[in-house]
């Protein structure tokens, strides 16, 4: 048996490959993938060769990045963190053939997994397969901005995803799908307003086809338009949180504008070129404001016990259940069969094509 897996061999280099399908060894179970998303901003910095991993080593130990081999050096092999699978055998009573789940495992069209090392999540029947791209790994990772958000507020003390953003005002910079599920986050989770901001007119297209309402950053100045809007108290007006999803320094910059005195950034961001840009030097320090990144590998401080990877799925399945239809509308831009992703990844890296949310069909 052999599996057909996309394979990034060099910077606008991809390719469909094929592999030897692993052995299914007792204990684990096989899946035939039905969907596979593409994460745009970190599969295409593999693709245009700017993912820090492809150039220096990340010690663990130290967290930090130093000089030497590339920890991850081309060929790529494992690209892409959204799979959903039907099993179709399996050597192991935890999961049953039929089965459909969501996994991270890449662009690939079959795999066998150990579920004591990996995660597998049904899917309820009353969710569209094709949403459960989400549910592994996407959708935690804006829970978890939502996260940080109740942890800045209350601590340890977080009982639900609402507590950093249930009755405030709520900007979310960026309109990509990070950007806009966490938007739909804070909007299902109670926030008195949520104003997405990007410059991009078919994206805020989009947003307010979700039901967000949205500001154009090149228009009038948004930070005037919302500190005019948005009043606290005698010099205290603007957002009370701003989820930044958009890896570039203006975006941080905006951001950072937007906030009331002593407010919070929570960044999701992926910044491949840096953020020189960004003007430390102006409202960040005359606003006392906090920066917060909400990276997926860590959830806040003394909260993984109560709120693990499996909560933050669950999250996602209620957003889904309740937004699903509108997500799968708009949101989804391209389905197309997983023989054309090294054309498709190639073209967007190049700009030559632009998407929202790509699924590749198994």
Known sequence: MRDKVVVVSGPGAVEL????????????????????GVSAGTELSFVKGTNPYLNVTWNPDLCLFEPGAASTPYPVNRLGYMQVGRVVESRTP?????????????HRT?????????????????????????VAHMGPICANGLLHAAADLCGTDVRS???????????????GVVALLTALFAKRHGAAS????????????????LGLETLDPEADDPAVVLKTR????????GADVVFQCRGQAWALHLALRLLRPQGTV???????????????????????????????????RGLAPTWDRERLSAETIELLRQYGDVIRKHLVSAVVPMEEAPALLTDLAERRRQELQVVLTG
Request: proline residues 5%; hydrophobic residues 40%.
């Open 161 to 175: 995803l609402g507590d950093g953003v249930r009755g405030r005002r709520v900007a979310v910079v960026g309109s």
């Open 110 to 134: 079959g795999y066998v997994a150990d579920p004591l090392a990996e995660r597998f999540v049904p899917l309820p029947d009353d969710l569209d397969p094709l949403l459960g791209i989400y």
């Open 266 to 300: 929570i960044d999701l961001a992926f910044y491949q070129d840096g953020a020189d840009a960004v003007r430390l030097g102006e409202e960040f320090h005359h606003n006392g404001l906090s920066l917060r990144c909400a990276q997926i590998g860590r959830v806040p």
């Open 230 to 237: 948005w009043n606290h108290a005698a010099g205290d007006r």
């Open 94 to 106: 935890a999961v049953a053939v039929g089965t459909v789940g969501a996994m991270t495992y890449g």
């Open 194 to 209: 949520v104003v997405v901001l990007d410059p991009t007119p078919q994206r805020r297209q989009v947003a307010e086809a």
């Open 17 to 36: 490959a094929e592999q030897d399908a692993a052995e299914l060894r007792e204990g684990t179970f096989r899946v035939e993938t039905l969907y596979s």
